[in-house]
Nanobody, 124 residues
Framework: QVPLVESGGGLVQVGGSLRLSCAPS????????MGWFRQGPGKEREFVAS????????DYADSVKGRFTISKDNAKNTMYLQMDSLKPEDTAVYYC?????????????????WGQGTQVTVSS
């Protein structure tokens, strides 16, 4: 599988916003769902959001619902995660990944093509 590449992370103050991007390093997206995960210091990797290939169906973790928005532009071959009203607990390395099946799932084993991640730090 062609690995994915995340970008857009950085340092932001509480209440600020960031937009993360995810694109494959080579070929175009497959016709499968995509997802965002994050891993905070000393924590396990956790689900953030997922989206179907068409972009018509999305799923969010309760901790980010109402603050984060996942989207994708198939013409630009890019997936996004708009993060608003950021909190210190959002500090983590954020990863995008490609689903293995057509189902929207919240477990890491349901995805592959993991990128290197992009660091998001929210300072208070």
């Amino acid at each position: 599988q062609v690995p994915l590449v995340e970008s857009g992370g950085g340092l932001v103050q509480v209440g600020g916003s960031l937009r993360l991007s995810c694109a494959p390093s080579g070929r175009t997206f497959s016709s499968l769902p995509m997802g965002w995960f994050r891993q905070g210091p000393g924590k396990e990797r956790e689900f953030v959001a997922s989206i179907t290939w068409s972009g018509g169906v999305t799923d969010y973790a309760d901790s980010v619902k109402g603050r984060f928005t996942i989207s994708k532009d198939n013409a630009k071959n890019t997936m996004y995660l708009q993060m608003d009203s950021l909190k210190p607990e959002d500090t983590a390395v954020y990863y995008c990944a490609r689903g293995k099946t057509n189902a929207l799932v919240r477990v890491t084993t349901g995805y592959d093509g993991w990128g290197q991640g992009t660091q998001v730090t929210v300072s208070s």
